[in-house]
């Protein structure tokens, strides 16, 4: 692309996420309406071993819109708690990585299908949910993932839990999440960042 910011072919090539280490391009794909993130620095070091790849994802404005998060602003946690108990069975609208979530969970169940041939074989991708929420709240995350066909290897609903914490012994390759606050907490314990501010 000779330095030009390829973010314009996200459509044409039907690419469900943009990553840059460039603010400014990440900024103009999410003006453009595309999924998109900033990569950040950070200080983990994988081990040259490990052939898993390991991908954390926080829950609302990531996967599922932020209809919640929006009650929990406004109505505080009791509020949000009702709320999402009033809607238990009813599933998120997706968020902007919901699509990318699915295709990879597509990939794990080829993986799947192959072990059943290969009973040695060890799956290579690992998916975990790392959300502030807790229970009663959890109950319609598990419902939503479970009407996309997705179920994460891993779900933390932390509530009062420092992710950051949780994160260091996770040890993701990449976390998605859309508050910087949860990201920089967390910036020792992954390879790479992402977040949208709103």
Known sequence: MQGRSPY???????????LSANKSDVDAAIKAGYPAGQVLNSTFEDCEDDKTLRI???FDGVLANDESEVVMQSGGLNEFH???VRNAMQPH????????LVRMANIQA????????HPGYDNRLRISIVTARNAPSHERTLHTLKSWGVMANDAFFLGGIEKGKVLAVLKPHIFFDDQSGHVQSASHG?????????
């Open 82 to 84: 009702a709320h999402e």
């Open 110 to 117: 080829v993986e799947e299908e192959h072990k059943k041939c």
């Open 93 to 100: 609208n997706p968020g902007p990585l919901q699509k990318f």
């Open 56 to 58: 954390a994802f926080d």
């Open 8 to 18: 314009e072919y996200i459509s044409a090539l039907n690419i469900a996420l943009f």
């Open 190 to 198: 992954c390879s790479t960042l992402w977040y949208s501010e709103k």
